[in-house]
Nanobody, 120 residues
């Protein structure tokens, strides 16, 4: 069973940057067989997809973060990174890493989450 551990959250001012990292452990198959995702959930709101990257490192983003966030991965280390710049107060949320085996949402594994707080 894959386990995910996020790191890198914190509190910043609007306009600043943060890097979130997620490292997988306990896996037996190739990292290339997983799509990796970042979600976020703000208080009182539903969890939303922020960014996704395929096993071939093809990224996609929510419209709200395009041009500000960059998702990347290291296939060899089974890690995924979310570089966030130009942070806004509305980016404040708990950020969750997820891994979809075979890029199938039904086979999704979640991390515990890391808090990002952006103050104005």
């Amino acid at each position: 069973q894959v386990q995910l551990a996020e790191s890198g959250g914190g509190s910043v001012q609007a306009g600043e940057s943060l890097r979130l990292s997620c490292e997988a452990s306990g896996y037996k198959d190739s990292a290339a067989g997983y799509c990796m995702l970042w979600f976020r959930q703000a208080p009182g709101k539903e969890r939303e997809l922020v960014a996704r990257i395929t096993g071939k490192s093809v990224p996609s983003y929510a419209d709200s973060v395009k041009g500000r966030f960059t998702i990347s991965r290291d296939i060899n280390k089974f890690t995924v990174t979310l570089d966030m710049s130009g942070l806004k107060p509305e980016d404040t949320a708990m950020y969750y890493c997820a891994a979809d085996r075979l890029c199938a949402p039904l086979l999704r594994v979640w991390g515990q989450g890391t808090q990002v707080t952006v103050s104005s």
